[in-house]
């Protein structure tokens, strides 16, 4: 059972806009920043937004992040095919004294 | 360019330890920590700990501070994971990531870059 609570499937159409959500506590995503990972099938994770709402050079503009309270979100606009992973959110959790993670979601492009 | 190179796959029986390296090049390893980071077959992702390359300090999720153990050779600017009393729920892959800046605290940092990932299989 992940600290961070994410659902477990997405999907959306080439083109639209899709929102994947991260559910934490007082503890960890309403003290700390969230950050959230991209892992392509086969592939290591790799940051996609970080500090709540900052894209890594390289990363498109179809990414954005917001928190608000305990919950952050990822929304990703104008999908594409190569847009199928599973995305990951993440925070440092300070009753824990370490990182956690969500559940993560697999987003499929239909 | 920052990167981090992992050794290659482990086969180990119950019981037995496995050691895991992440070569870093492309920046000062000294000046950022080493996270170690696991995803089991289909699930998702396990922080296991952190290290500091230039003290040696580490800081372990409480679910492996029995069994794990992070050092590091600065000569050949390399960080390793031992984890010890190998089960078959360990087998998994295992990632090195390293902290994303020098700029922030832990709390307000990120994982950037990851190695690319070690395969490790216990079985009888």
């Known amino acids: 059972q992940s600290v961070l609570t994410q659902s477990p499937s997405a999907s959306g159409t080439p083109g639209q806009r899709v929102t994947i959500s991260c559910s934490g506590g007082?503890?960890?995503?309403?003290?700390?920043?969230a950050h959230w990972y991209q892992q392509l099938p086969g592939t290591a994770p790799k940051v996609l937004i970080y500090?709540?709402?900052e894209r890594p050079s390289g990363v498109p503009d179809r990414f954005s992040g917001s928190k608000s309270g305990t919950s952050a979100s990822l929304a990703i606009s104008g999908l594409r095919s190569e847009d199928e992973a599973d995305y990951y959110c993440?925070?440092?959790?300070?009753?824990?004294?370490?990182?956690?993670f969500g559940g993560g979601t697999k987003l499929t492009v239909l | 360019q920052v990167q981090l190179v992992q050794s290659g796959a482990e086969v180990k029986k119950p019981g037995a330890s496995v050691k895991v390296s992440c070569k870093a090049s492309g920046y000062a390893f000294i000046t950022y920590d080493i996270n170690w980071v696991r995803q089991a077959p289909g699930q998702g992702l396990e922080w296991m700990g952190w290290?500091?390359?230039?003290?040696?300090?580490?800081g372990f999720a409480q679910k492996f501070q029995d069994r794990v153990t992070m050092t590091r050779d600065t000569s050949i600017n390399t960080a390793y994971m031992e984890l010890s009393g190998l089960r078959s729920e360990d087998t998994a892959i295992y990632y090195c990531?390293?902290?994303?800046?020098?700029?922030?605290?832990?709390?307000?940092?990120?994982?950037?870059?990851w190695g690319q990932g070690t395969l490790v299989t216990v079985s009888a």
């Open positions: 500090r709540n709402n």
């Open positions: 990531a390293r902290m994303g800046s020098t700029w922030y605290a832990t709390g307000d940092n990120w994982f950037d870059p």
């Open positions: 993440a925070a440092w959790d300070d009753r824990l004294s370490g990182w956690v």
């Open positions: 290290m500091n390359p230039n003290t040696g300090d580490t």
């Open positions: 007082s503890s960890n995503i309403g003290s700390n920043y």
